[in-house]
């Protein structure tokens, strides 16, 4: 079982950036993928972006390809999501999650953090 606890959210204005956070603890080195999504108020959860555990691959949701970056700290065991040109409609609660083989589903999420896009 991975474990991932979600950090780096607040409140930021339009145009403006924030990193997250994902650590991940608890058996990492068998996780196959870790990936980013994010649900807002009244709407249902959205892929964001998720990448490799190898780091030979990333992808990213059509909304915010160009924007965000997914990154990984392998001595850390965490993935990082830095979000650039912030904008109102990125504004959710966003999750950590992880798969532990290709064929797995998407499982152990975290909690979540809060990112709020406003001026």
């Known amino acids: 079982q991975v474990d991932v606890v979600e950090s780096g959210g607040g409140l930021v204005q339009p145009g403006g950036s924030l990193r997250l956070s994902c650590a991940a603890s608890?058996?990492?080195?068998?996780?196959?993928?870790i990936g980013w999504f994010r649900q807002a108020s009244g709407k249902e959860r959205e892929f964001v972006a998720g990448?490799?555990?190898?780091?030979?691959?990333?992808w990213y949701g059509d909304s915010v390809t160009g924007r965000f970056t997914i990154s990984r700290n392998s001595a850390k065991n965490t993935v990082y999501l830095q979000m650039n040109s912030l904008k109102p409609e990125d504004t959710a609660v966003y999750y950590c999650?992880?798969?532990?083989?290709?064929?797995?589903?998407?499982?152990?999420w975290g909690r979540g953090t809060q990112v709020t896009v406003s001026s």
């Open positions: 999650a992880t798969k532990i083989t290709k064929a797995h589903n998407w499982s152990g």
């Open positions: 608890g058996g990492s080195l068998n996780t196959y993928a």
């Open positions: 990448c490799l555990w190898s780091g030979s691959a990333t």
